[in-house]
């Protein structure tokens, strides 16, 4: 099985006054294609950081970052971008989406500002808006979707370039328990049926009967809990 992430004793800290903060240390985590993995842990224990190391938007002290067996620790910050665009997917703890884009424009533009164009592009558009339920709202626009509608739009976006790895911020924040149940359960079924390795930080341990493994952050540190 090939490994969709792997962080090897990472390392980050941040100047405090005139000490250090540790905000991760000598953490390890290894994510396979098709597998979910949940981060769980109090605000300040050092999620954020983890899934900013993960998605190359910060560069640790040391240790090891890989990616899609791509060893990418200390890339340039193009490069770092160009990582992010063709090999990860991104969905945030807010849609973000454009509001004056429909569902299917949304995911269109990821493809093109990749370079993509053409008929495939619209094609693999319709194919993950039905992947996620949203075939009938593909020409509305994000204040015509609900909160749980939107969040399907941007897991659907997230697919859109056919990353290797998937990181999920607090899909479930803004929603209520059954539709961020119902969040939970498609990225789920996403990661299995696409063969995506999955990250997700939440505060939701409702929501973790869904996903393969879950890991807890203290004071910086990983460890594993029953799943």
Excluded: C, W
Excluded at 59 to 86: K, Q, Y
């Amino acid at each position: 099985m090939s490994t969709a992430l792997a962080l090897t004793d990472i390392t980050v800290t941040y100047p405090d006054g005139d000490r250090r903060l540790t905000a991760l240390d000598r953490v390890s985590l290894r994510v396979d294609a098709g597998e979910m993995v949940a981060v769980v842990g109090p605000s300040g224990s050092g999620k954020s950081t983890l899934l900013a190391v993960a998605g190359l938007l910060l560069t640790p002290d040391s240790g090891r970052v890989e990616i899609d067996g791509r060893d990418v620790s200390g890339l340039r910050r193009g490069d770092a971008a160009d990582v992010r665009r063709t090999t990860l997917g991104l969905v945030f703890q807010q849609s973000n989406l454009i509001e004056s884009l429909t569902a299917r424009e949304q995911l269109q533009i990821v493809a093109r500002v990749a370079g993509s164009r053409g008929p495939e592009v619209d094609a693999r558009a319709d194919e993950l808006l039905a992947a996620v339920g949203l075939t009938d709202a593909a020409g509305r626009r994000p204040h015509q979707l609900s909160g749980g509608q939107r969040q399907r739009v941007g897991i659907a976006r997230a697919l859109m370039n056919d990353p290797a790895l998937l990181l999920v911020d607090e899909p479930t924040s803004a929603l209520d328990h059954e539709r961020g149940a119902a969040v939970v359960a498609l990225l789920a079924e996403v990661t299995r049926e696409r063969g995506v390795g999955t990250v997700m930080v939440t505060h939701d341990r409702s929501s973790l009967a869904a996903v393969d493994h879950t890991v807890e952050m203290g004071d910086g540190r990983l460890a594993a809990l029953a799943s």
